[in-house]
Protein backbone atom coordinates (compact mmCIF):
# COMPACT_ATOMS: atom_id res chain seq x y z
CA UNK A 1 0.00 0.00 0.00
CA UNK A 2 2.85 2.40 1.01
CA UNK A 3 4.33 1.57 -2.73
CA UNK A 4 1.14 2.26 -4.39
CA UNK A 5 0.42 5.48 -2.39
CA UNK A 6 4.41 6.72 -3.28
CA UNK A 7 3.62 5.84 -6.80
CA UNK A 8 0.29 8.00 -6.90
CA UNK A 9 2.77 10.84 -4.79
CA UNK A 10 5.29 10.66 -7.64
CA UNK A 11 2.57 10.96 -10.44
CA UNK A 12 0.95 14.01 -9.13
CA UNK A 13 4.11 15.85 -8.31
CA UNK A 14 5.17 14.75 -11.73
CA UNK A 15 1.43 15.89 -13.23
CA UNK A 16 2.59 19.49 -11.27
CA UNK A 17 5.42 19.85 -12.72
CA UNK A 18 4.52 19.21 -15.70
CA UNK A 19 1.55 21.77 -15.45
CA UNK A 20 4.04 24.40 -14.07
CA UNK A 21 6.77 23.94 -16.53
CA UNK A 22 4.39 23.46 -19.74
CA UNK A 23 2.27 26.30 -18.68
CA UNK A 24 5.67 28.60 -17.88
CA UNK A 25 6.82 28.05 -21.43
CA UNK A 26 3.74 28.26 -23.03
CA UNK A 27 2.57 31.99 -21.32
CA UNK A 28 6.51 32.95 -22.36
CA UNK A 29 5.74 31.74 -26.36
CA UNK A 30 2.04 33.25 -26.11
CA UNK A 31 3.20 37.05 -24.29
CA UNK A 32 5.51 37.44 -26.86
CA UNK A 33 3.34 35.95 -29.76
CA UNK A 34 0.80 38.70 -28.58
CA UNK A 35 3.69 41.47 -28.49
CA UNK A 36 4.57 40.38 -32.17
CA UNK A 37 0.84 39.88 -33.37
CA UNK A 38 0.31 43.73 -32.68
CA UNK A 39 3.49 44.42 -34.40
CA UNK A 40 1.90 42.46 -37.26
CA UNK A 41 -0.65 44.26 -37.41
CA UNK A 42 0.21 47.62 -36.76
CA UNK A 43 3.05 47.13 -39.73
CA UNK A 44 -0.01 45.83 -42.37
CA UNK A 45 -1.96 48.89 -40.81
CA UNK A 46 1.09 51.39 -42.15
CA UNK A 47 1.46 49.46 -44.99
CA UNK A 48 -2.49 49.23 -45.91
CA UNK A 49 -4.10 52.05 -46.78
CA UNK A 50 -7.58 52.65 -44.34
CA UNK A 51 -10.07 51.07 -46.74
CA UNK A 52 -7.72 48.37 -47.73
CA UNK A 53 -7.04 47.81 -43.99
CA UNK A 54 -10.19 47.21 -43.56
CA UNK A 55 -10.85 44.42 -46.01
CA UNK A 56 -7.52 42.68 -45.17
CA UNK A 57 -8.86 42.73 -40.98
CA UNK A 58 -12.39 41.41 -42.44
CA UNK A 59 -10.51 38.82 -44.72
CA UNK A 60 -8.56 37.79 -41.41
CA UNK A 61 -11.37 37.08 -39.08
CA UNK A 62 -13.47 35.80 -42.04
CA UNK A 63 -10.52 32.92 -42.87
CA UNK A 64 -10.46 32.16 -39.03
CA UNK A 65 -14.26 31.43 -38.99
CA UNK A 66 -14.29 29.11 -42.79
CA UNK A 67 -11.06 27.25 -40.77
CA UNK A 68 -13.03 26.15 -38.12
CA UNK A 69 -16.06 25.09 -40.25
CA UNK A 70 -13.24 23.60 -42.61
CA UNK A 71 -11.50 21.73 -39.27
CA UNK A 72 -14.03 19.56 -38.20
CA UNK A 73 -13.54 19.78 -34.94
CA UNK A 74 -10.49 17.96 -35.01
CA UNK A 75 -7.93 20.52 -33.84
CA UNK A 76 -9.81 20.17 -30.63
CA UNK A 77 -10.67 16.78 -30.89
CA UNK A 78 -6.72 14.94 -31.39
CA UNK A 79 -6.24 16.58 -27.69
CA UNK A 80 -9.21 14.89 -26.05
CA UNK A 81 -8.57 11.51 -27.99
CA UNK A 82 -4.52 10.94 -28.44
CA UNK A 83 -4.46 11.24 -24.28
CA UNK A 84 -7.22 9.40 -24.29
CA UNK A 85 -6.38 6.17 -26.07
CA UNK A 86 -2.93 6.28 -24.65
CA UNK A 87 -4.39 6.24 -20.91
CA UNK A 88 -6.71 3.29 -22.14
CA UNK A 89 -3.93 1.01 -23.43
CA UNK A 90 -4.65 1.73 -27.04
CA UNK A 91 -1.96 3.06 -28.94
CA UNK A 92 -3.56 1.45 -32.27
CA UNK A 93 -7.02 4.03 -31.75
CA UNK A 94 -4.39 6.82 -31.45
CA UNK A 95 -3.10 6.62 -34.14
CA UNK A 96 -6.17 5.90 -36.08
CA UNK A 97 -7.55 9.51 -34.74
CA UNK A 98 -4.19 10.97 -36.04
CA UNK A 99 -5.18 9.60 -39.25
CA UNK A 100 -8.99 10.66 -38.84
CA UNK A 101 -7.83 14.14 -38.04
CA UNK A 102 -5.66 13.83 -41.31
CA UNK A 103 -8.31 12.80 -44.10
CA UNK A 104 -10.49 15.09 -42.63
CA UNK A 105 -8.65 18.68 -42.47
CA UNK A 106 -7.46 17.73 -46.31
CA UNK A 107 -11.16 17.36 -46.88
CA UNK A 108 -12.29 20.73 -45.34
CA UNK A 109 -9.22 22.97 -46.75
CA UNK A 110 -10.19 21.55 -50.29
CA UNK A 111 -14.01 22.25 -49.27
CA UNK A 112 -13.06 25.85 -48.42
CA UNK A 113 -11.50 26.49 -51.57
CA UNK A 114 -13.85 25.27 -53.59
CA UNK A 115 -16.39 27.81 -51.75
CA UNK A 116 -14.06 30.69 -52.08
CA UNK A 117 -13.67 29.84 -55.73
CA UNK A 118 -17.66 29.58 -56.51
CA UNK A 119 -17.89 32.98 -53.55
CA UNK A 120 -15.87 35.08 -56.33
CA UNK A 121 -17.84 33.46 -59.87
CA UNK A 122 -21.24 34.93 -58.32
CA UNK A 123 -19.64 38.28 -57.39
CA UNK A 124 -21.22 38.15 -53.77
CA UNK A 125 -19.18 41.31 -52.97
CA UNK A 126 -16.66 43.20 -55.32
CA UNK A 127 -14.53 44.58 -53.21
CA UNK A 128 -13.94 41.16 -51.81
CA UNK A 129 -12.06 37.95 -53.17
CA UNK A 130 -13.27 34.61 -50.91
CA UNK A 131 -10.81 32.55 -53.08
CA UNK A 132 -7.88 34.16 -51.24
CA UNK A 133 -9.65 33.96 -48.09
CA UNK A 134 -10.05 30.58 -48.44
CA UNK A 135 -6.32 30.12 -48.97
CA UNK A 136 -5.52 31.59 -45.84
CA UNK A 137 -8.68 29.79 -44.15
CA UNK A 138 -7.41 26.37 -45.15
CA UNK A 139 -3.85 27.27 -43.99
CA UNK A 140 -5.30 27.84 -40.72
CA UNK A 141 -7.28 24.68 -40.48
CA UNK A 142 -3.53 22.28 -41.27
CA UNK A 143 -1.94 24.88 -38.83
CA UNK A 144 -4.68 24.41 -36.27
CA UNK A 145 -4.65 20.78 -36.24
CA UNK A 146 -0.64 20.06 -36.64
CA UNK A 147 -0.31 22.66 -33.26
CA UNK A 148 -2.82 20.38 -31.51
CA UNK A 149 -1.29 17.15 -32.39
CA UNK A 150 1.93 18.66 -31.20
CA UNK A 151 0.10 20.03 -28.00
CA UNK A 152 -1.25 16.29 -27.15
CA UNK A 153 2.19 14.86 -27.46
CA UNK A 154 3.37 17.57 -24.81
CA UNK A 155 5.42 19.29 -27.79
CA UNK A 156 4.63 22.33 -26.48
CA UNK A 157 7.24 24.90 -27.77
CA UNK A 158 7.07 23.15 -31.68
CA UNK A 159 3.20 23.63 -31.40
CA UNK A 160 3.08 26.98 -30.52
CA UNK A 161 6.32 28.77 -31.24
CA UNK A 162 5.89 28.43 -35.61
CA UNK A 163 2.53 30.47 -35.53
CA UNK A 164 2.52 32.64 -32.27
CA UNK A 165 6.22 33.89 -32.89
CA UNK A 166 7.73 33.08 -36.10
CA UNK A 167 5.22 33.24 -38.62
CA UNK A 168 3.85 37.25 -36.85
CA UNK A 169 8.16 38.26 -37.58
CA UNK A 170 8.27 37.05 -41.13
CA UNK A 171 4.62 37.80 -42.97
CA UNK A 172 5.31 41.73 -42.20
CA UNK A 173 8.42 41.25 -42.80
CA UNK A 174 8.19 39.78 -46.23
CA UNK A 175 5.19 42.42 -46.73
CA UNK A 176 8.02 45.05 -45.89
CA UNK A 177 10.36 44.00 -48.67
CA UNK A 178 7.48 43.56 -51.12
CA UNK A 179 6.67 47.30 -50.55
CA UNK A 180 10.75 48.69 -50.83
CA UNK A 181 10.65 46.37 -54.05
CA UNK A 182 8.82 49.10 -55.67
CA UNK A 183 5.16 47.04 -55.39
CA UNK A 184 1.81 48.39 -54.38
CA UNK A 185 0.13 46.15 -51.33
CA UNK A 186 -2.81 45.36 -51.23
CA UNK A 187 -5.54 43.43 -49.41
CA UNK A 188 -5.26 40.87 -51.51
CA UNK A 189 -1.50 40.36 -51.50
CA UNK A 190 -1.57 40.92 -47.80
CA UNK A 191 -3.53 38.00 -47.08
CA UNK A 192 -1.35 35.96 -49.75
CA UNK A 193 1.96 36.82 -47.65
CA UNK A 194 0.40 35.47 -44.58
CA UNK A 195 -1.08 32.28 -46.21
CA UNK A 196 2.35 31.23 -47.92
CA UNK A 197 4.70 32.24 -45.42
CA UNK A 198 3.05 30.15 -42.82
CA UNK A 199 2.58 27.12 -45.33
CA UNK A 200 6.39 27.09 -45.01
CA UNK A 201 6.51 27.02 -41.50
CA UNK A 202 4.18 24.03 -41.10
CA UNK A 203 5.96 22.18 -42.98
CA UNK A 204 8.34 21.81 -40.44
CA UNK A 205 5.88 21.28 -37.66
CA UNK A 206 4.89 18.07 -39.69
CA UNK A 207 8.19 17.08 -39.56
CA UNK A 208 8.02 17.00 -35.73
CA UNK A 209 4.76 14.91 -35.57
CA UNK A 210 5.97 12.00 -37.69
CA UNK A 211 9.26 12.09 -35.31
CA UNK A 212 7.00 12.20 -32.57
CA UNK A 213 5.07 9.31 -33.56
CA UNK A 214 8.43 6.95 -34.58
CA UNK A 215 9.53 7.80 -30.85
CA UNK A 216 6.21 7.18 -28.72
CA UNK A 217 4.07 4.74 -31.23
CA UNK A 218 5.82 2.58 -33.31
CA UNK A 219 4.84 -0.52 -35.28
CA UNK A 220 1.31 -0.27 -34.36
CA UNK A 221 -1.25 -0.39 -37.34
CA UNK A 222 -3.49 2.70 -37.15
CA UNK A 223 -7.55 1.65 -35.92
CA UNK A 224 -9.81 4.09 -37.10
CA UNK A 225 -12.83 3.99 -34.73
CA UNK A 226 -14.92 6.24 -37.14
CA UNK A 227 -18.10 5.42 -35.31
CA UNK A 228 -17.34 5.93 -31.72
CA UNK A 229 -15.48 9.49 -32.88
CA UNK A 230 -18.11 10.75 -34.84
CA UNK A 231 -20.81 11.02 -31.84
CA UNK A 232 -18.45 13.42 -29.89
CA UNK A 233 -17.01 15.11 -32.77
CA UNK A 234 -19.98 16.58 -34.51
CA UNK A 235 -20.37 18.69 -31.15
CA UNK A 236 -16.92 19.43 -30.94
CA UNK A 237 -17.26 20.90 -34.18
CA UNK A 238 -20.23 22.75 -33.51
CA UNK A 239 -18.63 24.01 -30.38
CA UNK A 240 -15.34 25.15 -32.54
CA UNK A 241 -17.48 26.58 -35.31
CA UNK A 242 -19.57 28.94 -32.80
CA UNK A 243 -16.40 29.45 -30.71
CA UNK A 244 -14.71 30.72 -33.65
CA UNK A 245 -17.68 33.30 -34.66
CA UNK A 246 -18.16 34.29 -31.57
CA UNK A 247 -14.35 35.59 -31.88
CA UNK A 248 -13.95 36.79 -34.72
CA UNK A 249 -17.23 37.50 -36.85
CA UNK A 250 -17.87 40.40 -35.27
CA UNK A 251 -15.33 42.00 -37.41
CA UNK A 252 -16.92 40.41 -40.46
CA UNK A 253 -20.37 41.71 -39.30
CA UNK A 254 -18.96 45.36 -38.64
CA UNK A 255 -16.92 44.83 -42.30
CA UNK A 256 -20.24 44.30 -44.27
CA UNK A 257 -21.90 47.28 -42.54
CA UNK A 258 -19.80 50.02 -41.83
CA UNK A 259 -16.95 51.54 -43.89
CA UNK A 260 -13.45 50.38 -44.52
CA UNK A 261 -12.15 52.80 -41.92
CA UNK A 262 -14.36 52.02 -38.77
CA UNK A 263 -13.90 48.40 -39.84
CA UNK A 264 -10.17 48.44 -39.35
CA UNK A 265 -10.80 50.36 -35.95
CA UNK A 266 -12.78 48.12 -34.46
CA UNK A 267 -10.49 45.53 -35.50
CA UNK A 268 -7.83 47.38 -33.50
CA UNK A 269 -9.42 47.81 -30.80
CA UNK A 270 -10.53 43.43 -31.06
CA UNK A 271 -7.00 42.71 -31.35
CA UNK A 272 -5.48 44.99 -28.27
CA UNK A 273 -9.12 43.34 -25.95
CA UNK A 274 -7.31 39.63 -26.93
CA UNK A 275 -4.29 40.45 -25.24
CA UNK A 276 -5.93 40.00 -21.86
CA UNK A 277 -7.10 36.58 -22.73
CA UNK A 278 -3.54 35.35 -23.22
CA UNK A 279 -3.15 33.73 -19.61
CA UNK A 280 -7.05 32.08 -20.50
CA UNK A 281 -5.63 30.73 -23.76
CA UNK A 282 -2.05 29.44 -22.60
CA UNK A 283 -3.37 28.01 -19.42
CA UNK A 284 -6.49 25.50 -21.25
CA UNK A 285 -3.96 24.92 -24.25
CA UNK A 286 -1.54 22.89 -21.98
CA UNK A 287 -3.87 22.04 -19.84
CA UNK A 288 -6.63 20.49 -22.06
CA UNK A 289 -4.46 16.56 -22.23
CA UNK A 290 -4.58 17.02 -18.69
CA UNK A 291 -8.20 16.96 -18.13
CA UNK A 292 -8.92 14.25 -20.26
CA UNK A 293 -7.11 12.31 -18.87
CA UNK A 294 -7.66 13.03 -15.23
CA UNK A 295 -11.32 12.65 -16.26
CA UNK A 296 -11.22 9.55 -17.87
CA UNK A 297 -9.83 8.06 -14.85
CA UNK A 298 -12.51 9.62 -12.56
CA UNK A 299 -10.26 11.98 -10.62
CA UNK A 300 -12.79 14.61 -10.01
CA UNK A 301 -10.85 16.19 -6.70
CA UNK A 302 -7.64 16.11 -9.24
CA UNK A 303 -9.46 17.94 -11.58
CA UNK A 304 -10.79 20.63 -9.16
CA UNK A 305 -7.97 21.14 -7.98
CA UNK A 306 -6.04 21.65 -11.22
CA UNK A 307 -8.81 24.01 -12.37
CA UNK A 308 -8.58 25.93 -9.01
CA UNK A 309 -4.50 26.23 -9.78
CA UNK A 310 -5.48 27.34 -12.76
CA UNK A 311 -8.16 30.17 -12.35
CA UNK A 312 -6.38 32.33 -9.69
CA UNK A 313 -3.63 32.79 -11.97
CA UNK A 314 -5.10 33.58 -14.65
CA UNK A 315 -7.98 35.47 -13.02
CA UNK A 316 -4.98 37.69 -10.77
CA UNK A 317 -2.78 38.66 -14.29
CA UNK A 318 -5.94 39.24 -16.68
CA UNK A 319 -6.74 41.72 -13.43
CA UNK A 320 -3.87 43.36 -13.64
CA UNK A 321 -3.56 43.51 -17.77
CA UNK A 322 -7.49 45.26 -17.38
CA UNK A 323 -6.28 48.22 -15.31
CA UNK A 324 -3.51 48.52 -17.96
CA UNK A 325 -5.83 48.73 -20.32
CA UNK A 326 -7.79 51.85 -18.56
CA UNK A 327 -5.27 54.08 -18.75
CA UNK A 328 -2.83 52.92 -21.84
CA UNK A 329 -5.98 51.84 -24.29
CA UNK A 330 -6.16 55.12 -26.10
CA UNK A 331 -2.18 54.96 -26.78
CA UNK A 332 -2.17 51.63 -28.02
CA UNK A 333 -5.13 52.42 -30.36
CA UNK A 334 -3.10 55.48 -32.02
CA UNK A 335 -0.13 52.84 -32.76
CA UNK A 336 -2.25 51.26 -35.24
CA UNK A 337 -4.09 54.74 -36.71
CA UNK A 338 -4.14 58.25 -34.74
CA UNK A 339 -8.01 58.02 -35.72
CA UNK A 340 -8.29 54.67 -33.81
CA UNK A 341 -8.72 55.98 -30.67
CA UNK A 342 -12.19 56.82 -31.17
CA UNK A 343 -12.81 52.82 -30.41
CA UNK A 344 -11.35 53.63 -26.84
CA UNK A 345 -14.84 52.12 -25.05
CA UNK A 346 -15.21 49.83 -27.69
CA UNK A 347 -11.84 48.55 -26.48
CA UNK A 348 -12.74 48.81 -22.85
CA UNK A 349 -16.26 46.59 -23.36
CA UNK A 350 -14.71 43.92 -24.93
CA UNK A 351 -11.52 43.73 -22.26
CA UNK A 352 -14.46 43.57 -19.71
CA UNK A 353 -15.61 40.55 -21.67
CA UNK A 354 -12.30 39.03 -21.80
CA UNK A 355 -12.03 39.72 -17.82
CA UNK A 356 -15.36 37.32 -17.27
CA UNK A 357 -13.90 34.73 -19.23
CA UNK A 358 -10.82 35.12 -16.86
CA UNK A 359 -13.05 34.41 -13.65
CA UNK A 360 -14.76 31.43 -14.86
CA UNK A 361 -11.71 29.86 -15.76
CA UNK A 362 -11.02 27.31 -18.27
CA UNK A 363 -14.64 26.23 -19.18
CA UNK A 364 -14.82 26.15 -22.72
CA UNK A 365 -11.38 23.19 -22.20
CA UNK A 366 -13.30 21.60 -19.29
CA UNK A 367 -16.61 20.89 -21.09
CA UNK A 368 -14.97 20.01 -24.66
CA UNK A 369 -12.49 17.46 -22.49
CA UNK A 370 -15.28 16.11 -20.10
CA UNK A 371 -18.46 14.66 -21.06
CA UNK A 372 -20.82 18.45 -22.13
CA UNK A 373 -19.15 18.90 -25.48
CA UNK A 374 -23.17 18.06 -26.57
CA UNK A 375 -24.84 20.68 -24.25
CA UNK A 376 -21.41 23.34 -24.77
CA UNK A 377 -22.09 23.39 -28.79
CA UNK A 378 -26.26 23.45 -28.44
CA UNK A 379 -25.31 26.20 -25.90
CA UNK A 380 -23.15 28.02 -27.78
CA UNK A 381 -25.08 27.86 -30.52
CA UNK A 382 -28.00 29.46 -29.38
CA UNK A 383 -26.11 32.38 -27.60
CA UNK A 384 -24.42 32.98 -30.48
CA UNK A 385 -27.60 33.32 -32.58
CA UNK A 386 -28.80 35.69 -29.80
CA UNK A 387 -25.47 38.17 -30.55
CA UNK A 388 -25.49 37.45 -34.02
CA UNK A 389 -29.09 38.75 -34.10
CA UNK A 390 -28.26 41.65 -31.71
CA UNK A 391 -25.45 43.02 -33.83
CA UNK A 392 -27.34 43.64 -37.35
CA UNK A 393 -30.10 45.05 -35.55
CA UNK A 394 -28.32 47.46 -33.59
CA UNK A 395 -24.99 48.11 -35.38
CA UNK A 396 -26.91 50.42 -38.11
CA UNK A 397 -28.37 52.07 -35.50
CA UNK A 398 -25.86 52.73 -33.30
CA UNK A 399 -22.75 51.61 -34.81
CA UNK A 400 -19.34 49.53 -33.93
CA UNK A 401 -19.99 50.15 -30.61
CA UNK A 402 -23.59 47.94 -30.72
CA UNK A 403 -21.28 45.17 -31.80
CA UNK A 404 -18.89 44.86 -28.75
CA UNK A 405 -21.90 45.14 -26.65
CA UNK A 406 -23.62 42.13 -28.05
CA UNK A 407 -20.06 40.40 -28.14
CA UNK A 408 -19.86 41.37 -24.07
CA UNK A 409 -23.33 39.94 -23.52
CA UNK A 410 -23.01 36.54 -25.49
CA UNK A 411 -19.41 36.27 -23.06
CA UNK A 412 -21.23 36.49 -20.05
CA UNK A 413 -24.17 34.59 -20.15
CA UNK A 414 -22.20 31.54 -22.23
CA UNK A 415 -20.16 31.77 -19.09
CA UNK A 416 -22.60 31.32 -16.44
CA UNK A 417 -24.26 28.70 -18.32
CA UNK A 418 -21.38 26.53 -18.80
CA UNK A 419 -20.66 27.03 -14.95
CA UNK A 420 -23.87 25.61 -13.73
CA UNK A 421 -23.25 22.82 -16.22
CA UNK A 422 -19.87 22.02 -15.01
CA UNK A 423 -20.59 21.94 -11.77
CA UNK A 424 -24.02 19.99 -12.23
CA UNK A 425 -23.05 17.36 -14.07
CA UNK A 426 -19.76 16.42 -13.16
CA UNK A 427 -19.27 18.26 -9.60
CA UNK A 428 -16.44 20.86 -10.96
CA UNK A 429 -16.34 24.30 -10.72
CA UNK A 430 -13.18 26.15 -12.51
CA UNK A 431 -14.38 29.72 -11.74
CA UNK A 432 -13.23 31.93 -8.93
CA UNK A 433 -16.90 31.60 -8.08
CA UNK A 434 -15.81 27.40 -6.49
CA UNK A 435 -13.29 29.10 -4.17
CA UNK A 436 -16.04 30.56 -2.08
CA UNK A 437 -18.89 28.04 -3.18
CA UNK A 438 -17.21 24.59 -3.99
CA UNK A 439 -19.57 22.27 -5.44
CA UNK A 440 -19.99 19.13 -3.65
CA UNK A 441 -21.64 16.81 -6.36
CA UNK A 442 -18.83 13.83 -7.98
CA UNK A 443 -19.01 11.87 -11.01
Known amino acids: MEIENDKVGRLQSLLRHRLFSS ?3 SLLIKVSGAGLSYLMFVAFAHILNA ?7 FSFNLAVVVSAFAGFGYS ?9 YLAQGRPEYAIGALKMGMQLTILGSCFALVIGLLANHFRIATDRNYFVVAILASTFCIG ?3 AAVLRAQNSVVASMLPRDVLWRILAPLCAITVVWGGYTL ?9 SVVLMALLAFQILIIKSNIIKSVTHVAAVSDWAGTRKSLIPLWGAGIVFAMIQQMDVVVVGFLVNGG ?6 AAQKTAALLSLVLIAGG ?25 MVIAIASVTLLGFVFLIFAGNTLLSIFNDSFTSAYSILLILAFGSMIDAVSGPTAY ?11 ARMLALIYALVFALQFIFIPHYGVIAAALSNAVGVIIWNCVSIYFLRKRIGVDPSLFGLFFPTKVRV
Open 76 to 84: TAIMRYWPQ
Open 144 to 146: DFA
Open 23 to 25: GLI
Open 366 to 376: LMQMTSLESIY
Open 51 to 57: ENYGVFA
Open 186 to 194: DSRLAVYIC
Open 262 to 267: ETGAYF
Open 285 to 309: LVSAPMMASLYEKKQIDELQKLCRQ
